[in-house]
């Protein structure tokens, strides 16, 4: 019986010269901060911010050493901050969260946040200095867009003339060549002016002047002159010549190879910006909620990008379930054809986090394995800065860092997409405790000044040698290492997949505990081959937090056998090349009937065997 679960050898295989991404997410203004100890919600000056300077040659030789091929610097482009400076006065409290502001509500497209600079306003040539010590590195950067919403504060400096917002007719809710979506007299929230859900905060009044009479959208589509504490509320929409108010067909915008005279003019001054970017030297961008955009406009987008830099990187954080989304179609498919390399895989995440949560088993990922071009051109990750941190003690089961072992084998071993690591997790970085505006929530607070305590280990005081890290720590981050380094075999890069749990499921040695009747509750394993180099490897692991799995075995039908060309030979080795020194032989006849036979699997432990 074929596997339903087997992905063939046919499939995207990266494009020659540019491999898989393995990308760090860094944020300057936690990753340089050195400041051990700080106060909650505090400024700038009492708790620091990390510059553009202390991301120095060692910092980034350590990390290209960790297996990284390209860093994600977040949050670098000019942001609504309650922080004041001589050409830059603070905005006004009842539009930012936090005091440093949200990264996500862009004040300057075409500027770099001042924070970050030694001399502020050398910002941007020290932005390109930063970028220039990557590319020294050969690290490509990406940095962050964000097309769907900016600051209610927006305003370029740097190019008046390309703000948002200017010649904009505030009379009309919609209009083509509006950057904005503005209210209605008779629109929900009582009328004029704009009142945010801030009033009776430090600082606040929950009137922001500028919208006394116009107001406008917020970043999460409510159209309403009183938008609550869960709303974007610090944001404002764009306007894409589209009106989400009238559904999700936008077959009437433009076509790809329109000119820029022909689009609506948020298009234009969209591409104005990205072309912006890729004239300093970005290489890339991670694009904030590309679900919430018109489909037509990526696809114009990204042609234009690609025409001037071939090898630009477009990866998508988009979800399909959200209701938002402008297409009937599957979005994350249709981003893929729209041009872009990567987009988020957002489900494998929750179900994995689910196991430990919300009682989801390691079969549940069986759903997820299918055959086509969305399965090996996912980002897969553990961390972001929007999820919280593998080792703090409210989430994950509680089982601290090292759970993200086994997690971690498996999602960066599914398919050939790009990998994600974020700033500490291969030290084990907790974000326990208060850190400002989200409270404990078990995230590295993007809001707020503030530092990385267990980061800072290893920064230790500019030498990024791990010197501040415990035996356990610099045991976890030798682990990533080894991982991304596995990983970049052909196998992974260019093969095929094939899931094991659906063979296993009736198997009682595949990691069954007592009281379960069937197999692959904290179980997963899966082949990865390439027929090119014939290379292939077994991935397993053990979710489990305490129980240690003892001896199990894995069935390989004769299915996978045929379609990665083993069905030939008597026997084969398998050797681990992870974690350990374990090395076995097997018939290919046990293999189908008993399983390959393993050693004990000890709690939130993987194994990657090269099969020879």
């Known amino acids: 019986m074929l596997n339903p679960l087997e992905n063939s050898d046919s499939m995207w295989i990266p494009a020659a010269g540019r491999g898989r991404p393995l990308i760090y997410q860094l944020m300057p203004r936690s990753f340089g901060n050195t400041r051990e100890t700080w106060v909650v919600h505090g400024s700038l000056e009492e708790n620091g911010c990390g510059k553009f300077s202390d991301i120095s040659a060692a910092a980034l030789t350590a990390i290209r050493e960790l297996g990284v091929t390209h860093l994600w610097l977040t949050g670098v482009l000019e942001q609504a901050s309650g922080t004041t400076y001589a050409e830059r006065p603070a905005d006004v409290a009842d539009i930012l969260k936090g005091v440093a502001g949200s990264p996500y509500a862009i004040r300057d497209y075409f500027d770099v946040c001042p924070d970050y600079a030694e001399d502020p306003p050398r910002r941007l040539e020290e932005f390109s200095e930063l970028l220039g010590r990557c590319h020294a590195q050969g690290l490509r950067v990406i940095i962050d867009l964000v097309p769907n919403h900016v600051a209610r504060s ?9 703000s948002f917002g200017v010649e904009d007719d505030h009379q009309v809710f919609f209009a083509r060549d509006n950057h904005f979506f503005y209210l209605r007299a008779d629109d929900p929230g009582g009328g004029p002016p704009l009142k945010l859900p801030t009033a009776g905060k430090p600082g606040c009044t929950g009137v922001f002047v500028p919208e006394g009479k116009h107001g406008k959208v917020t970043g999460n589509n409510v159209i309403s002159w009183a938008p609550g504490e869960g709303d974007w509320y610090e944001t404002v929409k764009l306007n894409y010549g589209h009106d989400f108010t009238t559904g999700r067909d936008t077959a009437h915008l433009p076509g790809p190879d329109a000119v820029p005279a022909a689009v609506p003019k948020t298009w234009h001054t969209m591409d104005q910006i990205v072309a912006y970017w890729q004239g300093i030297g970005v290489d890339g961008f991670r694009v904030d909620m590309a679900h919430l955009v018109p489909l037509p406009f990526w696809r114009w987008l990204v042609k234009r990008a690609r025409g001037r830099q071939s090898a630009v990187f477009f990866c998508g954080e988009a979800y399909d379930n959200d209701p938002a989304k402008l297409t009937d179609g599957q979005v994350l498919d249709e981003l893929l054809e729209a041009g872009f390399d990567a987009v988020y895989d957002d489900p494998a995440y929750d179900i994995l986090e689910g196991i430990y949560d919300s009682g989801k088993w390691a079969n549940d990922l069986d759903q997820l394995i299918f055959s086509d071009e969305r399965f090996h051109k996912s980002l897969r990750y553990a961390e972001n800065h929007d999820e919280v941190r593998l080792a703090n003690p409210q989430v994950w089961g509680g089982l601290g860092m090292q759970v993200g072992k086994p997690v971690c084998a498996v999602l960066f071993g599914l398919g050939r997409g790009p990998l994600m690591i974020y700033q500490g997790q291969e030290v084990g970085e907790t ?20 530092s990385l305590p267990e980061l800072l280990k290893w920064t230790n005081n500019g030498q990024f040698d791990g010197g501040r890290l415990s035996p356990e720590q610099k045991e976890l981050r030798a682990w990533y290492a080894k991982l991304l380094g596995v990983i970049q075999q052909p196998a992974f890069v260019a093969g095929g997949f094939y899931g094991l749990n659906f063979a296993n499921r009736d198997n009682p040695h595949f990691g069954r505990l007592d009281g379960e009747n069937v197999s692959g509750h904290w179980l997963y394993a899966f082949l990865r081959h390439d027929t090119i180099t014939r290379q292939a490897f077994l991935v397993v ?10 001896q199990p075995r894995v069935r390989i039908p004769r299915d996978a056998m045929e379609i990665f060309g083993w069905a030939t030979a008597g026997s084969w080795t398998f050797a681990d ?31 990657i065997l090269e099969i020879g």
């Open 154 to 162: 927006y305003s370029s400096d740097v190019f008046p003339e390309l």
């Open 431 to 450: 974000a326990a405790g208060v850190k400002g505006f989200c409270g404990d929530n078990a995230r590295t607070s993007i809001f707020d000044y503030g």
């Open 541 to 550: 692991a053990n979710f489990h937090g305490h129980a240690t799995l003892n």
């Open 577 to 607: 090349r992870l974690a350990s020194d374990w090395s076995a032989t097997a018939a290919r006849d046990d293999l189908e009937c008993g399983g390959l036979a393993l050693p004990n699997l000890a709690p939130c432990t993987a194994m």
